[in-house]
Structure formats: C-alpha cells, structure tokens
C-alpha cells in the first residue's frame, strides 16, 4: 500500500464530450480541484488528471443529428469544458482526450495484455440487426424490453425500470431507434471480459478500499451478489479499435478509465518523468466520481487494471446526486442550471459557486441548488461573517497604524485557535469532508468577529495605542490564517484578500504557515470589499431564466409547439414543386446525410438528413416536393440549393410525394 511520501494521482470522471456542463458536473470537479489545492498546501507531491470522453453511440448519434463528424462534436465539447473549468477556477495539470492517439496506444496495449493472460475470450452471441438499415445496432440505437422487470429500455441500460446494465444482445423485442424498425437477431463473434473470475480479488481489494463508504459498501453489494463477463466490443466506426478486428471498436467503458492512464503519460512525457512512477509504483490513486459510476470505478476497472498488471486506485470518492430547487434534476423537465450560460455568462462570481458546492452538505448527500439559498449563503456567510472581519481588520490597521502590521503580542489562545483551525480543515479534507472543512473556516471567522467586537479597538486606540496594536495584530494574524485555509474553496477571492495584507503570491504557501507570526510593521495592501451581496433584484432575475425553462419544457410535452397564422400572400411566396431524384449517393464523412439531383424542371443538388431512413438506390427515381426558393447553403462542405418536404414522425423524416406521376417542376399549390 502507498504511504505519505508516494506521490499522488487524483483523478475526475471523464465529462462526455456531448453536451454542455451544468451545476451537476461540478459537484464532482469542484470538490476534486479544492481538495488539490489543499494536498498541495500540506506539502504533497500531487498530479490532477482529467479530460474528455469521446466515444460511444450517444455521441455518434447526436453527431449525425447535427450533421457532423464525432470528431467535430467532440471537439466542440472538448473546448467547452476546457472554457468552463478554467472559468470556474479548476484547474487540471493535464485535461487530455480519449480519441488522442496516446489513449488509442494505451488501451490497445492494456487489452493484448488482458488477451495474453487469458482474461479476454470471444463469444458467438445473438445481437439485434436492422435489416432495414442493415447494421447491427449497439447500445443507444436499440430500444425494446428489459430482460429482468419487463419495463421498456435503452440497449445498454434499464433506464426506466431495475437500472441494470445490460449486456449487448439481452434486450428484447429489439426496435431500431433510427428508422423505427423491428430488428431481428443475427449471431456475431464478440469479445468479453473475464470478469467473473475476479471476485475473491474484489471482495478483498474493495475491502481495503479507501474513500467515501458509500462507493465501497455499493460495490461490494454488486460483487456478492453476481459477476457478469463483460462484453467489451462494440460494432461501431467510431472507437479505439480492438485489436486485430477492424470491424469492432472496444466498450466505451474500457477506454474511457483508460484515459487515466494516457493522460499521465502525456503529462509525464512533457515533463520528462516516468509515467510508471503512478501506474506501475507505489502510488496513491485516487477518483472523483459521480455516484451514478460507481460500478466502472470500484468494480470493473480495479479488475481490468490488476488482470494488466497495474497499480490498483486507493480510494474512490463517490459524490451525492444533484437537485435543482427541491425538485429532481432533469434537462428534459427544465430543472438545470447550466454553467456557461446561467452562470458564467450573468457575471456572477465562480468563487460563490465553488463555496455552495463545498459548503452546503456533505459530499456524499444530496445537494439541493437554488438561487435564494446560494443569495442567503452569500450575503450572511462570505459577505456578513468572513468579509466583514476582513474589511474592518485591515481597514482599521490601515487607517491608524499608517499602513502597517502594528506592533504588539500575538495571543496565546489567538495562536491555539489557528492551530486548531488548521488541524480540523487539514484532518476534514482528508476524509473527504467538504462541508466540516469550509465550517472549520467560518468558525474561525465568527471567533474572529467576536474577538474584534469584544476588544472594542475603535476605544482602545484612543487610550492605548499599543494594546490597540495588540489586538488588530492579532486580527490581522486571525485574517491571514482565514485567507490561506479558505484559498482552495475561493482561489480568486483569496488571492485578492492577500493581497490586502501586503503579501505577494499564495503560490507556495502551505497550511501550516496560517500560525507563522505575521511580521510586525509589514506594509498592507489597499483594503476593499472583498464579497458583494447577490441583491434580490439579480435573484428575481435569474429565477425567471430558470421558470422560463421550465414553462419551456412542459409546453414541449403537452403538445406540437404551434406556428404563427401566416397570410395567402405569404404562403404563395413558396415555390413549391414536384420533382423526381435523378441521383443520390452518401456524403462521405456522415452517416446521417445523402447528396442528390433532383428534377424540378431544371436540375438542382439538395443535401438532405435522410440516409438512416432511406438508401441512395430506393430514392433514384423517387417522386418528392421541394421548396425552391430557399438561399443556397452549404451543409458539411457541399452546397445545397432546395429542400425536401417530409413528415416528423419521432424524429424520423418519411417523405412527402404526389399520389400519382407529375412532370418534374410541377408547382404545388
């Protein structure tokens, strides 16, 4: 096992390069970046590794949709996340990606591994098929029945019913999400993970697992209960491929871990250290996860490491789920705060976020989000109890010690009161405490406001300057411990507050040195409020957002949002005509869409998202309705200038076309 001089790797759950980041994200990376800074202010060597997810068929799926490459999509996401971090003050020492060609090597390397010790074997399985689209359908393109509650499912997970995963091949009465299709089932070698075999070396290791118990006790449940073998091929395009089969790319599941490890290879390489000094050494591992993933992290992936040969992770942290003003967080209901946009970009301060996800329960509970109660944390916390010591310490130094630390005697109980201070942040961040290490911070705050109030040195500077010196030299000692044990919940506003005390950076200050006495006569900074009030005019505001969304959402359920009347005249300003397909072919590139000519009385190139419901021989020939009149645009690098008529039914185009032959260019009217 690691001791306290091994170095340290701390790890994210991969954001999914598929959508943008929202408050539910950062209860994961918020915690992992404070309890960073804190491993750093205690004098630990510590690596913080993260990065992007990029395979699998949601993203695949939502690439098509959009007209796109994955590469595209993943990219675009990839950058967002990057934007939103450093906005939001985390800050990764490497954020990689698992399409790099680094996690591609690393993951091909780990399965010949697994290959060669015997712990990966193919099988010949049944898989549901798309006749109509001809391809086998991998996880997100089948839906159908739940094997084991007989509830409608997802192809890789019970997502309305029991919550299992389920294997490829087990769901049944399998339906083709893309073109409605029933599939049928067609036999097809795959390859599976030996993950039975591990449960003695599961049972132990979860045994002595670290971190928070509710990912370790959840784990042990799973691996008591039953052990599946895994599959851990796909039949996709987009993918790490397995080895030695171009036909199939490996699990999303096995490369995404993965790029734990080829993320500090990356690291390491471009800071010439051996990257087996975390991976193949005495090291200290340890994830941040969501607590949805706890059966990857503390189940299959300590298994496929130990089957390679790898250093085993020390803890797993597991986080509690994500509730948006009491309700049950849902972006299809609407109950989302994103960051960018509902945050970021209303100005609001990052540190104030960072302080409620640390602040206001512990890690592994439930964290309910909503504007008032982020406005009354502000306002009564940061702004009536820890900046208002601030200001009036430094403030009253500055106006009647001519700018300086006064002279007089620190106070032994002042002293213990720091100390202790330090002992119950450093102790509380440890075990993974968030909330018992932000109150250790605001306790010290309240007995620093008492001190002040009960010294009364707007008195004593009247009659003894010197025991008014005394006090605000404590003070000021209270200050600087409060700034320095505070600086991984709030970087920017900590960095700022130093800077008060006349002190130059916080780069290599560690915990400790909240009780080094603060020199007598140091020149302090230029006092300001450090916090603002959140006043109930911004509150009321972005309440409205937020309700708006909502309203949003609910009227997409209840019925076809309706369009505005429109006159005759407008209608007429259509040119709508009927036309015949003279050619189609795929756009190379994109799954989703075709090229065509099209006969409307003069030839014409149309791009249309229609290749997953129809192929390029049964359009040849094809009556269809086109508008005619629409501005040329280019649609991914091919220029189109038209657009068929088709019918939306559950996100599936079904073409519009006359009855009966017409001359091509005939007008619809």
Known sequence: MPTDNDPILVTCGLPYANGPAHIGHLRTYVPADIFVRALRRMGHDVLFICGSDAHGTPIVVNAESKGMSPRELVEFYHKHFEDVFRSINVRFDYFGCTDDPSNHHRTQEIVRALMDRGHVYPREIELAYCPRCERFLPDRYVEGICPYCGVPARGDECDQGCGRHLEPGEIKEAVCKICGSRAEYRKQTHYFFRL????????????????????????????????????????????????????????????????????????????????????????????????????????????????????????????????????????????????????????????????????????????????????????????????????RAITFAVKNFDGKVPEGELDPEVMKRIERSVDEVSSSLMEYEFKRASDAVLSLADYANTYFQSHEPWKLIRSDRRAAGSVLRN??????????????????????????????????????????????????????ILFSRMEDSTVKKLEEIFRERI???????????????????????????????????????????????????????????IAKMY??????????????????????????????????????AVLLRPDREVPPGSGIR
């Open 196 to 391: 039975s075999a591990f449960r003695d070396f599961l049972l132990d290791y979860l045994q002595r697992l670290g971190g928070t118990a509710s990912a370790r006790n959840y784990a042990l449940e799973w691996v008591r209960q039953e052990l599946k073998d895994w599959c851990i091929t796909r039949n996709m395009s987009w993918g790490v491929k397995f080895p030695g089969s171009e036909d199939l790319v490996v699990y999303v599941w096995v490369d995404a871990p993965i790029g734990y490890i080829s993320f500090t290879e990356e690291w390491c390489r471009s800071h010439d250290v051996p990257w087996e000094r975390y991976w193949r050494g005495k090291s200290r591992i340890i994830h941040f996860i969501g607590g949805d993933i706890i059966y990857h992290h503390c189940i299959f992936w300590p298994a496929m490491l130990e089957g390679a040969g790898y250093t085993l992770p020390s803890d797993v942290v597991a986080s509690g789920m994500l509730k948006i003003d009491d309700k049950k967080f849902s972006k299809s209901r609407g109950y989302v705060v994103w960051v960018k946009d509902d945050y970021i970009d209303q100005g609001l301060e990052p540190d104030y976020l960072r302080y409620y996800l640390a602040s206001y329960t512990s890690h592994t509970k439930e964290v309910n989000f909503s504007w008032k109660i982020l406005q009354e944390k502000v306002n009564t916390e940061l702004v009536g109890a820890f900046g208002n010591f601030l200001n």
């Open 615 to 652: 192929s390029p021989d049964e359009l040849v020939g094809r009556q269809v309705v086109v508008v005619a009149n629409l501005e040329p645009v280019k649609i991914f690098g091919v220029e189109s200038r038209g657009m068929l008529l088709a019918a939306d039914i559950n996100g599936n």
């Open 551 to 609: 309203r949003r959402a609910e009227g997409a359920e209840e019925k076809v949002e309706e369009k505005p009347m429109i006159s005759f005249d407008q209608f007429k300003a259509l040119d709508l005509r009927a036309g015949t397909v003279l050619e189609a072919e795929r756009i190379k590139g994109s799954d989703k869409l075709l090229r065509l000519i099209v006969d409307i009385g003069e030839r014409r190139q149309i791009v249309a998202g």
């Open 475 to 528: 003070c000021l000692q209270m200050a600087k411990a409060m700034i320095i044990l505070m600086e991984p919940f709030m970087p920017s506003k900590m960095a700022v507050a130093w800077s008060q005390l006349g002190m130059d950076s916080l780069d290599n200050i560690q915990f400790r040195d909240a009780a080094q006495p603060i020199p007598e006569g140091q020149a302090l900074g230029t006092p300001k």
